[in-house]
């Protein structure tokens, strides 16, 4: 393994996770929910006159967040590398999967993970470890 | 009080435009133990889920939000197949792409036409699961 220390930004990392966590605990102590955001994405397909507002209201703040950004500093790069092919089978997966699994980065990686669920921490290890490996297959194997 | 959601979504969404982790790229880069690593999100993690458990470890104290209503928190303890399969296939997703839930949102705000064809195509997973839910031996499901 090497670091690629000239990309590593613990700095910013750090300070994203206590905006990421933030966000998390106001939704948890004003909203009275966990803030996994495939949960909330996927409730939408099972609506309640009482649930949409909220679930709508986090979204949007999320779609808003890079608008909002963009207008205060400068935007960091987004690279995608993925064809559109792929990106429409990783977007099938992710979406499936997570809905399967319960969970996703936030719900589980960050809030789960906070409360020491071991159901969180179970689906954490599956999910990193199929990413390593499916980074490892296509960056290592298919591509030589 | 959507409207505190909306603000908690702004915040969790700058905290993952902070991080650099809402570019795809660097989430990949995290991704690929075996090329040049990138530990940034293994930072972001560590500051999100500390803030995080604060914030349950207020919740737990409490029967209501600050504002009175209901604590929905996560109930299931089970660790099943379908957790399992779920974050695997999860997990294979975001190794093709680099892209999860949370930013794959703040991509689509972003602009990039690939933020909205991935974004298309996790909501579509999500309704698949939805019809694949209905479809098997009901059972109850609960939260993460």
């Known amino acids: 393994m090497t670091i690629d220390w000239a990309s590593f930004t613990p700095a910013s990392a750090a300070v994203g996770g206590l905006l990421v966590g933030l966000g998390s605990v106001m939704l948890l102590l004003l909203n009275g929910r966990v803030a996994g955001v495939s949960g909330i994405v996927g409730g939408l397909f099972r609506p309640s006159r009482a649930e949409l507002p909220w679930r709508i209201a986090f979204i949007a703040g999320l779609v808003l967040s890079p608008i909002l950004y963009a207008a205060v500093t400068r935007f960091p790069d987004i690279v995608i590398a993925a064809s559109y092919p792929t990106l429409i089978a990783g977007g099938l997966l992710v979406g499936f999967g997570t809905r399967l699994g319960s969970g996703c980065t936030s719900g589980h990686g960050i809030c789960g993970v906070s409360r020491l669920s071991m159901r969180s921490i179970v689906a954490v290890l599956c999910f990193c470890l199929a990413g390593f490996a499916t980074v490892f297959v296509v960056r290592h194997v298919l591509a030589g | 009080m959507a409207v505190w959601a909306?603000?908690?979504?702004?915040?969790?969404?700058?905290?993952?435009?902070?991080?650099?982790?809402?570019?795809?790229?660097?989430?990949?880069?995290?991704?690929?133990?075996?090329g040049r690593w990138d530990p940034s999100l293994l930072v972001l993690m560590g500051?999100?889920?500390?803030?995080?458990?604060?914030?349950?470890?207020?919740?737990?104290?409490?029967?209501?939000?600050?504002?009175?209503?209901?604590?929905?928190?996560?109930?299931?303890?089970?660790?099943?197949?379908?957790?399992?399969?779920?974050?695997?296939?999860?997990?294979?997703?975001?190794g093709l792409v680099g892209i999860c839930p949370g930013p794959a949102l703040v991509v689509l705000g972003s602009g990039r036409p690939q933020g909205i064809a991935f974004?298309?195509?996790?909501?579509?997973g999500m309704g698949l699961y939805e019809l694949y839910d209905r479809l098997r031996p009901h059972r109850e499901l609960a939260g993460v």
């Open chain 2, 119 to 124: 974004v298309l195509a996790m909501v579509a």
């Open chain 2, 47 to 94: 500051t999100g889920v500390v803030v995080s458990a604060v914030g349950y470890a207020i919740a737990n104290r409490r029967r209501a939000t600050f504002f009175g209503g209901p604590l929905s928190l996560p109930t299931s303890r089970e660790i099943d197949g379908p957790l399992v399969l779920g974050a695997v296939t999860f997990g294979v997703g975001w």
């Open chain 2, 6 to 34: 909306l603000a908690a979504g702004l915040i969790f969404g700058t905290g993952l435009i902070v991080s650099g982790l809402a570019n795809p790229a660097k989430v990949l880069a995290f991704l690929d133990l075996a």
